[in-house]
């Protein structure tokens, strides 16, 4: 492995000014933010997305740099149940089909209770 010239930049891990950016706070939410998003794709079937976007700026008149951030999931959302409708006469949603034949005078049959067979009561 070569050696690093002594004019070559040292390049800070990423993951190192991570975890100190806003005192640790939006290492923290990229984590809980991976781990809901993991879930919800499982979940789903569906992709998400987790996006970090970091705007730099330099403080007029000094030396210093402000880094504003913002952690943005896109959780999958599951498929919402649909229900199913007709149209009446009149234009209003109903549930009953109104081109269905109505049943009115048809009604349900009782079930006969069941009698002891007489015959086998004599044979006893």
Known sequence: ???????????????????????GRVHDELSKGLHDLLAAVKATGKKG??????????????????????????????????????VDKDGNPTRSDPNQLDFNSIQAVPTPVPTEDKTRKEAN
């Open 1 to 23: 492995m070569a050696e690093p010239d002594e004019d070559e930049a040292v390049v800070r891990p990423f993951a190192a000014f991570l975890q100190e950016l806003n005192k």
């Open 49 to 86: 997305s987790l996006t970090l976007t970091l705007v730099v700026s330099q403080e007029k008149k000094t030396p210093m740099l402000i880094i504003d951030d913002d952690v943005t999931p896109k959780l999958p959302k599951p498929d919402r149940t649909r229900s199913l409708w007709f």
